[in-house]
């Protein structure tokens, strides 16, 4: 069955650095786009980035444009979120999230992780 | 950027009650919607897709539809397992959540 956990978070002050990883297991992850939604404290969700199944391509959020980059490792069956410059407003669970299609994303999401918690506070 | 509207932000029904929750887009969206419940703690899980298709293993009672901007989802005789937050989402360009409806117990 598929499988997406989450792991990176903690608490960070503002202007600080986290990498997050998503670690997939249960399909052929280097066969689907990935995405980084999050969900701030009794708020909605917000989508956050895509990457391509092969990694040629990225698309951030305007929120996040410039400060966060997302990666993966398809060998290690890897999602990754660097976040840098982190404010105050980026504190959120961040959920790894698997689109629904093969190779041709479609930009909705039928697998999700638990999420990770990420506070950015002095 | 397409904005998402969804009303109510909450409602409180009884089980069996039948629930409509109304999304709207800014702009047509031709049936690029997704729906998802989300309950505390949890992550959301994927209802409906293309306004109202559903998802495989989602109970029949959760229908969609709609066109253009306006959608609507529909519990048809609402279950306890039901009480939660619901979304919609666009995926008609860069992916858009609504704010979200809390379906509480009256």
């Known amino acids: 069955q598929v499988q997406l956990v989450e792991s990176g978070g903690g608490v960070v002050q503002p202007g600080g650095s986290l990498r997050l990883s998503c670690a997939a297991s249960?399909?052929?992850?280097?066969?689907?786009?990935m995405h980084w939604v999050r969900q701030a404290p009794g708020k909605g969700l917000e989508w956050v980035a895509f990457?391509?199944?092969?990694?040629?391509?990225?698309y951030y959020a305007d929120s996040v444009k410039g400060r966060f980059t997302i990666s993966r490792d398809n060998s290690k069956n890897t999602l990754y979120l660097q976040m840098n410059s982190l404010r105050a407003e980026d504190t959120a669970v961040y959920y790894c999230?698997?689109?629904?299609?093969?190779?041709?994303?479609?930009?909705?999401?039928?697998?999700w992780g638990q999420g990770t918690l990420v506070t950015v506070s002095s | 950027d397409i904005q998402m509207t969804q009303s109510p932000s909450s409602l409180s029904a009884s089980v069996g009650d039948r629930v409509t929750i109304t999304c709207r887009a800014s702009?047509?969206?031709?049936?690029?919607l997704a729906w998802y419940q989300q309950k505390p703690g949890k992550a959301p899980k994927l209802l409906l897709y293309?306004?109202?298709r559903l998802e495989s293993g989602v109970p029949s009672r959760f229908s969609g539809s709609g066109s253009g901007t306006d959608y609507t989802l529909t519990i048809s005789s609402l279950q306890p397992e039901d009480f939660a937050t619901y979304y919609c989402?666009?995926?008609?360009?860069?992916?858009?959540f609504g704010g979200g409806t809390k379906v509480e117990i009256k």
């Open positions: 999230a698997k689109d629904t299609s093969i190779i041709v994303a479609l930009y909705y999401f039928d697998y």
């Open positions: 249960g399909f052929t992850f280097s066969s689907y786009g």
């Open positions: 990457i391509r199944y092969d990694g040629s391509n990225k």
């Open positions: 702009q047509g969206i031709s049936n690029s």
């Open positions: 293309a306004a109202s």
């Open positions: 989402q666009q995926y008609y360009s860069t992916p858009a």
